[in-house]
């Protein structure tokens, strides 16, 4: 068995209109946020998908809300799913932040983190996943990081080549988790340390 995953990124913020990362800031979506997170509600109406997982930044949280409003399916916050954390940087222009995430890949931003702790933390939530829903289709709404972290455990895409090019948007993205994903692998500690 596997668990199918879907994946939509949260919709268009008033900062991604000004051209801001807004990192792990809030964020609120903007009017046209607000009617493509209803879009992506019918989008995904009808897909069997047992549980919607998302973000705990609110333009994440306002998505997954908007988009349904009647709780179902169950919308569970996982703060595994933030975008990757700028530090000082949070809140300063897109471009800015664009031309130097390749510099970050292991060293984390200055009083941030670095794109390897997003794909760890992202590792975390899929081993969860893999163990609490195998059998099932999940969406997961979240951030562009989010996402090359998915590319790259999933697909096997490279880091340093996802970080070098322009994030393109899509009406989502779709992953399958293998079976055992869970399971130990060489070198991870032993889960019951003796």
Not at 20 to 31: D, E, K, Y
Not at 78 to 87: I, P, S, V
């Amino acid at each position: 068995m596997t668990v199918e995953i879907v994946y939509e990124t949260h919709a268009t913020t008033t900062d991604n209109e000004a051209g801001i990362a807004t990192g792990r800031l809030p964020g609120r979506l903007s009017a046209r946020g607000r009617r493509e997170a209803r879009e992506l509600g019918e989008r995904r109406r009808g897909q069997d998908i047992a549980a919607v997982f998302t973000s705990d930044l609110h333009r994440a949280v306002e998505t997954a809300r908007l988009a349904f409003p009647d709780g179902r399916p169950p919308i569970h916050r996982d703060r595994r799913l933030r975008e990757c954390d700028y530090g000082d940087l949070n809140g300063h222009p897109a471009r800015l932040l664009a031309a130097w995430r390749t510099r970050h890949i292991d060293t984390p931003f200055p009083g941030g983190q670095s794109y390897r702790q997003v794909l760890a933390a992202t590792d975390a939530l899929l081993r969860d996943l893999a163990r609490q829903w195998n059998g099932t289709r999940i969406l997961l709404i979240a951030h562009t990081a989010n996402r090359w972290a998915l590319d790259c455990l999933l697909t096997g895409a490279s880091l340093h080549d996802l970080l070098g090019e322009p994030f393109a948007w899509q009406a989502g993205w779709y992953y399958t988790l293998p079976a055992g994903w869970g399971a130990a692998r060489p070198g991870d500690a032993p889960a019951h340390p003796r």
